[in-house]
């Protein structure tokens, strides 16, 4: 039985810096499925399965990017992290900045990671190997615990 | 005697006498002046003599000094004597207080006098006043400066590193992905595309490091330098290695500072000594002592040494005195340095060394001056 393929959702605003990530996320050994959200907002109504995200699957884990017009990263995290219903899913916040506001901003706002992205692409892939390691083999995510119902 | 009309005029800097729109008179004699649009002194002569001589002046012939229409006005009012009177400032007259009355007045030394000192306490409250809207408009200035120094350093950190990644990033997906349909010199172009990027990267992390030991608070406390001296070698125990180096540490006193700025101080100090090496495996020194105004460190090596002449050049921001080829790096390491070092109120020099290399040394404060200075509350328990 092959198990079922990782859930991810990108949250960044920019198709290039999507298109990047995909690509590394692309040579994962971990199956995984790939969806994105434009910024904050529409990443909040897609897992709020709000109209027209009926369809939306759960994903096991976030990536987020920080800067975003509109509804930014910080902002997410705030309305995600004390919505009871999707406060558990992992946030791994990738970006740019290595701002200590910014990271100390995160983490208090309960983001479960925080990441720089590297400019050197081999340096990024391995960041996103690292990530797809613990994040999907290593650790075990809410979605695994089986349901006692 | 009490006066019926009281007008305030600003004497400007380049001696101009102009109305400040300050009125008071009292109520039985209806006056004008506050709804009348008076830019000159209403006593113009009088007022011109109390500011030249720094002295009260007064009338009892009004009908002469007022401005054509006033005169009228003041007749109405049976008003016939005015006064002027400066207000002394460290600037010489800053003001000037116009009074008109009912009754033909006399003022006698002893009024002079009084007036005299009333004018100068005046002017000292608006001297006072002055310096302190100077300072608020000031401080403000830096307020802004600094938001604005904290805007550029986020934009550096993030919005300008942004597109590099995107040069890079697709850039190096080209040659990896397309190497079949790119001939040798269009994958060394893009090599070049990449390298370029990746300076600027490297240049704009380091401003992003030299603004930040600027603007950073310091977290000041008592140190060993020993212990951070260890830290460092530790931390650069591969390219000590490398070079062979021997690095002798002396004795080193215990410093107040802030711990991750004197560590990256002392790491790059020792970083250079080592890169800039001569032929041979490099001879480092870190050593201590006394001096007049704290302690003063020194990290000198046996390298190929500074021309004197550059001596103060090698401080300032991306400046370099070798190729990229020969020696890697963006040149602002020694500019943070002398941030660091300025920040916690010592200095950073460079002297040619003993043999040949150079001795780069620095002031610190002693942990007694640096508490007394930033604590003062910790002697009054």
């Known amino acids: ?149 | 005697m009490d006066w019926q009309v009281a007008h305030g005029c600003v004497v400007d800097p380049d001696g101009g006498i102009r109305s400040a729109s300050l009125w008071d008179h009292s109520d039985a004699y209806p006056w004008p002046g506050g709804d009348l649009d008076l830019a000159t002194p209403l006593l113009p002569a009088l007022s011109q003599r109390a500011t030249t001589t720094q002295e009260p002046a007064w009338t009892t012939e009004l009908t002469g000094e007022l401005p054509e229409g006033w005169a009228l006005a003041a007749k109405r009012a049976g008003l016939v004597s005015g006064a002027a009177i400066p207000i002394i400032t460290d600037d010489g007259v800053g003001a000037v207080l116009e009074f008109l009355d009912d009754h033909p007045i006399h003022l006698d030394d002893d009024f002079v006098s009084l007036f005299h000192e009333v004018g100068r306490q005046l002017g000292s409250v608006v001297e006072r006043e002055r310096h302190l809207a100077e300072l608020d408009a000031i401080s403000d200035e830096l307020r802004r400066s600094n938001l604005e120094l904290e805007r550029f350093a986020y934009i550096a950190s993030h919005d300008l590193q942004e597109p590099l990644r995107k040069i890079v990033g697709f850039s190096q997906l080209l040659t990896r992905r397309h190497a079949d349909a790119l001939d040798d010199e269009a994958a060394e172009y893009l090599d070049y595309v990449v390298d370029g990027a990746k300076r600027l990267q490297d240049l704009i992390q380091d401003l992003l490091h030299y603004s930040r030991a600027g603007r950073d608070d310091l977290d000041l406390e008592p140190l060993e330098l020993t212990d951070l001296v260890d830290d460092v070698l530790a931390d650069l125990s591969m390219a000590v290695d490398d070079a062979a180096a021997t690095i002798d540490v002396g004795d080193l006193p215990q410093v107040a500072g802030d711990r991750s700025k004197l560590t990256a101080l002392l790491n790059n100090l020792v970083a250079n000594a080592l890169k800039f090496r001569g032929d041979g495996p490099p001879h480092i020194s870190i050593s201590g002592h006394r001096a007049e105004d704290g302690w003063e460190i020194a990290v000198e090596d046996d390298g190929i040494g500074i021309d004197p002449a550059q001596h103060e050049r090698v401080f300032e921001v991306f400046s370099r005195l070798h190729t990229r080829e020969a020696y890697p790096g963006t040149g602002i390491g020694l500019a943070v340095c002398r941030r660091i070092v300025e920040r916690h109120g010592g200095r950073l020099w460079v002297e040619p060394g003993h043999d040949g290399g150079s001795v780069f040394r620095f002031t610190l404060p002693t942990v007694d001056a640096a508490t007394s200075a930033h604590e003062p509350e910790e002697t009054t328990r």
């Open chain 1, 1 to 149: 039985m092959t198990p079922k393929p990782v859930e991810i959702l990108l949250v960044d605003d920019d198709p290039a810096d999507l298109r990047l990530t995909r690509e590394m996320l692309s040579q994962s050994k971990v199956r995984n499925r790939i969806r994105s959200a434009a910024d904050g907002a529409e990443a909040l109504a897609y897992l709020r399965r709000a109209e027209g995200f009926e369809d939306a699957v759960r994903p096991d884990v976030i990536l987020l990017d920080l800067n975003m017009p509109g509804m930014g990263g910080h902002e997410f995290l705030q309305e995600m992290k004390t919505d009871r219903r999707l406060s558990s899913i992992p946030v791994v916040v990738v970006t740019t900045s290595d701002e200590e506001a910014d990271i100390a901003e995160s983490y208090a706002l309960h983001a479960n990671a925080y990441v720089t992205k590297p400019i050197d692409l081999d340096q990024f892939a391995r960041i996103v190997r690292a990530i797809e390691d613990f994040w999907f083999q290593v650790v075990k995510l809410p979605g695994d615990i089986p349901d006692e119902g």
